[in-house]
Nanobody
Framework: QVQLVESGGGLVQPGGFLRLSCAAP????????MTWYRQAPGKQRELVAG???????HYVDSVKGRFTISVDNAKNTVYLQMNNLKPEGTAIYYC??????????WGQGTQVTVSS
């Protein structure tokens, strides 16, 4: 496992945007899967967006067209751009990577609150 460092959460009004970052201390070229999850109060953790083998992306239906997962290989960082945020997007967001040799690692989580 490796220590992932998340940032970018905060308080935003409905309709606003945030960009979450997940920095890895290793090259992400050997990462098989990069995923963002979220967990709202009283609910189970759910998969929000994922990128497999640096190419295929997938999103939960509720964020399609509003969220985008991307990667900066030079910075070893995975991003989640979140546009047109809705109150139901309030949750703690976690990044997860699956490395070819080091297995699965989680970020510490970052709080996103969507409220007027």
């Amino acid at each position: 496992q490796v220590q992932l460092v998340e940032s970018g959460g905060g308080l935003v009004q409905p309709g606003g945007f945030l960009r979450l970052s997940c920095a890895a201390p290793i090259s992400i070229l050997d990462i098989l899967r990069m995923t963002w999850y979220r967990q709202a109060p009283g609910k189970q953790r759910e998969l929000v967006a994922g990128k497999i083998n640096g190419a295929t992306t997938h999103y939960v239906d509720s964020v399609k067209g509003r969220f985008t997962i991307s990667v900066d290989n030079a910075k070893n960082t995975v991003y989640l751009q979140m546009n047109n945020l809705k109150p139901e997007g309030t949750a703690i967001y976690y990044c997860n990577i699956v490395h070819e040799f080091l297995g699965s690692s989680w970020g510490q989580g970052t709080q996103v609150t969507v409220s007027s």
